[in-house]
């Protein structure tokens, strides 16, 4: 959905002074909120919002034969469907390019985070693994779709607990989960992405803002020692200066310092009412 250039020109204008339709500064990012254990028929699931944009994550575990290359890795498959219902602009039918893109972006930064430990998946080399199967689904579309999706994506492994399995019978009873998790890493991958409008860059867009936007980039990052990056994606035509590249690392060293704390308290909660 094309934005005019009327409305392009006030946002670009309006955040040269620094300022935001909503109130927030250029690098504030809008109130998140996280809810677990909303799907009955799911090994894990979030719903999380950010602002108005609103998503749903699910995880399914299967047992699946390993990849060739990886006869003693589990596997993760992530999937994303942009729903009519979240957006004017999405359509039902196969998924479109920006669906695609989307869980290609979550899955990365999960994947290369190491985040899951893949060979603790193992059932049998070369025979049986645990295959992890995410599923996305936009709720309201109101901007950031990626960070949203990411943090619902996560916050659903996290809270995820292995189906029984019957090894000799080689079955699995999906409707008796046990209290056995999935082997994550501490260090939680936390994505961020970043928009130039006009000179400025800003995070955490409205959708309008995203539609004004010139070009974006994500970067998934942890902490382990320090913070790194453990994948980055570009989107869009316009191209980023070293020095606004610099300006973007420097900000999202500081926000995931924020996110990372708040995301830990929030999940450390509902696990533990969880298991309540």
């Not at 959905?1 to 040269?16: A, Q």
């Not at 867009?205 to 980055?232: G, Q």
């Amino acid at each position: 959905m094309e934005i005019s250039n009327l409305s392009r020109k006030r946002i670009s204008s309006y955040l040269r002074e620094g300022k935001r339709f909503d109130g927030r500064k250029l690098h504030d990012l809008r109130e998140i909120e996280i809810e677990t254990n909303i799907s009955k028929n799911a090994e894990g699931s979030a719903r999380v919002k950010i602002g108005d944009t609103e998503v749903i994550a699910g995880v399914k575990l299967d047992v699946v034969e390993p990849y060739p290359d990886n006869e003693d890795e589990g596997t993760l498959v992530t999937s994303a469907e942009l729903l009519p219902l979240s957006s004017p602009r999405f359509e039902a039918g196969p998924p479109k390019i920006e669906a695609i893109e989307l869980a290609r972006v979550v899955d990365r930064g999960i994947r290369e985070s190491n985040f899951i430990d893949f060979k603790k998946l193992c059932i049998k080399k070369g025979e049986k693994v645990w295959g992890i199967f995410i599923d996305i689904y936009t709720i309201n579309d109101d901007g950031n779709l990626i960070d949203a999706s990411c943090l619902a994506a996560v916050t659903a492994l996290k809270t995820a607990k292995m189906p029984k399995y019957d090894e000799k019978k080689e079955s699995i009873n999906h409707d008796e989960l046990t209290n056995k998790p999935l082997p994550l890493s501490e260090s939680i991958p936390i994505n961020l992405t970043f928009f130039k409008i006009g000179e400025s860059i800003i995070v955490d867009p409205v959708r309008e803002e995203e539609d004004s936007s010139d070009a974006r980039l994500s970067l998934a990052l942890t902490k382990d020692k320090e913070i790194m990056i453990n994948s980055i994606q570009k989107g869009n035509e316009e191209p980023l200066s070293e020095e606004e590249i610099s300006n973007i690392l420097e900000i999202a060293t500081e926000k995931f310092k924020l996110l990372e704390k708040k995301i830990k308290e929030e999940i450390g909660k509902l696990l533990k009412t969880k298991s309540k």
